[in-house]
């Protein structure tokens, strides 16, 4: 598709897989309004290990039943479209950090 192609920017949102929106994991939540907004996609990466806002080493541990672990959910679209995104689930996102830098979309395929 022809219209993925070019200057597009590339949305990061670092958070933790324990975060909630309504209950529900937040990555998901906002994953699905990636997919009603109409946006090319999005991805959610599971990080090994991270230090957050609160200086605290989070990663996976063998003893522990509950894993913190960071989380990057990657949207790259135009910017209007991000922009839009970013309004529209500002408020679901309690703490974190959110990223938007310049990409080339050099190769896009779908059938």
Do not use: C
């Amino acid at each position: 598709m022809k219209r993925f192609l070019g200057k597009k920017k590339i949305l990061r949102i670092y958070i933790d897989n324990q975060d909630k929106f309504e209950g529900k994991p937040l990555w998901e939540e906002l994953l699905k309004k990636v997919k009603e907004l109409g946006l090319a996609g999005g991805t959610v990466f599971k990080g090994v290990a991270g230090i957050g806002a609160h200086s605290e080493l989070r990663s996976f541990n063998v003893f522990t039943i509950s894993q913190e672990l960071p989380i990057i959910i990657e949207i790259i679209d135009s910017e209007e479209k991000i922009n839009e995104f970013i309004d529209k689930t500002d408020f679901m996102i309690d703490e974190g950090i959110t990223t938007m830098s310049d990409t080339q979309v050099i190769k896009y395929k779908h059938k």
